[in-house]
């Protein structure tokens, strides 16, 4: 599919961290600011999930988090796309064996993108948003058709 | 007089906080009365985990207590499990961990002045800092590989040399640094809208700063001259000039508030250049790593017993690793304390009887690091809930532990 029929609107994204360990929080910051640039492509953090239409998740979930994770999926409005970012999100990473971390974040909401790393670059976030935005515009298309119907 | 306070939650999931973390506030007016926190949000058992890892394993999960200081946390355990197992280290290993830890702090510390500013509503100075510090980062990943989490240390040393080629990249780093300096203290210390918002806010008095043990640029900025690079110098520290750095150099007054976490933090930057530029001077040749061999390495450890105690001046303050060995492959006991659970309760004297809109300039402001701190609660498994332990019960708890370890 081509972005480009379809970039209709900015991408907004909420940050959600659910017990991470900053490295991957400051690479998504360091992906907004000057040298990578997100901004350019209208794409921003807004700071209540229910402006978003990206949910980008890092960090194992802990389990005092896990029901603020599940609250947060449902606020934002659908369509909606679920990016984690990290090894951590991904599958546990080096949290595997805790007892206070249910794994990963999948288990707790779904998932559309992985961005494995610890921590990934800006650069595989940006790619990670990019996915999560195909698919969005597939989502919305779809939506379309079906109300045309 | 009746007086109707009415309560404030922030937290856990709040956009002036990048960390979960929840905060309760009482509020007369504008004015806050009183402020509850409840940490916790960011547990991830990582001491727990520890008891059941190698040392070597450990180190990387020490550098992933938090990304931002992923220089300070396996720095101290390494310390501490070489001062546990009697290791020596190589002479230019220490200077390179120094060398490594110094350009940690330029890049915490403008990543503080960054979120500093957009605190204050000053995104531009966010966006032109975060560009600034991306070329710590560069030279970090030139010289470890990695931007954040950098893998370099190693029980008994590093793991990369720094070869004579990379020392004209890193003296272009830090020539940029300088070059930049001006530009970054005339937009913090010298704008009036900065000084209006920070002057006289969030103020922790000497007394306080004492009584509450905070440490790191949190506690100079209140006058007090600690430092642990200067107490008790560890590493190449012992060869280098370090002077803790008081507020009072700048402006010639020390009030404690967030204008002076701002100077203290921003006159850092300048020390570390000029620690870095002393160490890459004096730089020794030879190994860098006792024991090249980790299979070694871990049958040495694995026959060690003892105590060690690594202290290490991260950026936000001393950060103190324990470890105990005891002639097995995993340690017996791995305590980390993070600087930000000392600075934690400062946040009670800097906010009473502040404003609501001050809230997050003063909870920046002593740089919290709630993935560093979060590392015990009880809680009660079967149904949830977390129970706070009155000093009874700890002393109850501790007599009992005593029973416990007796034979």
Redesign the interface.
Known sequence: MKLNKYFERSLWVFHLNTGSCNGCDIEIVAGLTPRYDLERFGIKLVGSPKHADVLLVTGPVTSKMLDRVKRVYEQTPDPKAVIVVGACGTSGGVFYNSYNISGSVDKVIPVDVYVPGCPPRPEAIINGVLQAWIKLENLRESMKTAQAK | MNKKTYSIPIG??H?SL???MTFNFEIYGERIEKVNLAP???????E??GR?RNPIQII??AE?????C?AAHPFAFCQAVENAAGIEVPERAQYIRVIIAELERIHSHI?WA?VAAHELGFDSV???S??A??EV?DLLEYLTGN???YGIFMIGGVRRDISEEQLPRIRETLEYYKDIYGKIEDIFLNDPTIAFRTKNVGVLTKEDALHLCAVGPTTRASGIKKDVRQDQPYSAYADLNVEAITPDVFSGEVNGDVYDRIIVRLLELVQSIQIIEQCLDNMPSGEIIAEKKLVKLLNQLKKAKGEGVGRVEAPRGECIHYVKLNESELPEVWKARAPTYNNLMTWVPMLIDQQIADIPIVIASIDP?I?CMDRV?I?NKNN?QKSMLTKKDLHELSVQKTRRITP
């Open positions: 856990p999931v956009p990048k960390e979960p916790g949000d960011n547990h991830r058992g990582i727990f985990m059941q990387y999960l992933r207590i938090c990304g931002i992923s990543l960054g966010l966006y032109l975060w560009r510090r991306e980062l931007r954040i989490n690091c993935a609660t809680l949830g």
